[in-house]
T-cell receptor, first 111, second 114 residues
Framework: EDQVTQSPEALRLQEGESSSLNCSYT??????LFWYRQDPGKGPEFLFT???AGEEKEKERLKATLTKKESFLHITAPKPEDSATYLC????????????FGQGTELSVKP | DAGVTQSPTHLIKTRGQHVTLRCSPI?????VSWYQQVLGQGPQFIFQ???????GRGNFPDRFSARQFPNYSSELNVNALLLGDSALYLC?????????????FGPGTRLTVT
């Protein structure tokens, strides 16, 4: 069964304290790995798509990387405004536009 | 450009009633997908529609149905509501059904069933 698992479930950081979020996936055929940010009570906001192992993408303090079994979202020198839930999702071949989401990592950055 | 819009924002229904949720995709996007997100969990796929045809269906009962209109907007219908249907319902649009198409989400409709 296709599955996406994120860890940790919650992460508390001090402002400026860098860290990484993990997304492990077990799917029959990955066509894309997607990262989203979700603020409380709002819809997910698209961040990155990664298509092949070794690919990296960056946006401000965020960098996403992909291997054959997992993806990492690295957060460098985070600020309080980076506090949110970060979701990863796998798109799978032969399943159209369906995205399989992990349960999310709730990030809290304290000043 | 306007993003994905959804209506209503919030909705309170009683068990056994039915509900219709609406979604307008980003201009130019032809694919709409629906997801259910229960508090503390990631979104779960319900349906995908592309060019007015159902292209994918998640593991949800037949009480859930959807359709897409010629202008690519979409409706999600849920009949015989149960308490467990309480959730945030998200609509996402993408350009097409091509591999790797990025999906952009709307703000969601918060459904509470009492």
């Amino acid at each position: 069964e296709d599955q996406v698992t994120q860890s940790p479930e919650a992460l508390r950081l001090q402002e400026g304290e860098s860290s990484s979020l993990n997304c492990s996936y077990t799917v029959s055929g990955l066509r894309g790995l997607f990262w989203y940010r979700q603020d409380p009570g709002k819809g997910p906001e698209f961040l990155f798509t990664l298509y092949s192992a070794g690919e990296e993408k960056e946006k401000e303090r965020l960098k996403a990387t992909l291997t054959k079994k997992e993806s990492f979202l690295h957060i460098t020198a985070p600020k309080p405004e980076d506090s949110a839930t970060y979701l990863c999702a796998a798109g799978v071949y032969n399943q159209g536009g369906k995205l399989i989401f992990g349960q999310g990592t709730e990030l809290s950055v304290k000043p | 450009d306007a993003g994905v819009t959804q209506s209503p924002t919030h909705l309170i229904k009683t068990r056994g009633q039915h509900v219709t949720l609406r979604c307008s995709p980003i201009s130019g996007h032809k694919s709409v997908s629906w997801y259910q997100q229960v508090l503390g969990q990631g979104p779960q796929f319900i349906f995908q529609y592309y060019e007015k045809e159902e292209r994918g269906r998640g593991n949800f009962p037949d009480r859930f149905s959807a359709r897409q209109f010629p202008n690519y907007s979409s409706e999600l219908n849920v009949n015989a509501l149960l308490l467990g249907d309480s959730a945030l319902y998200l609509c996402a649009s993408s350009l097409g059904q091509a591999l790797g198409d990025e999906q952009y989400f709307g703000p969601g409709t918060r459904l509470t069933v009492t």
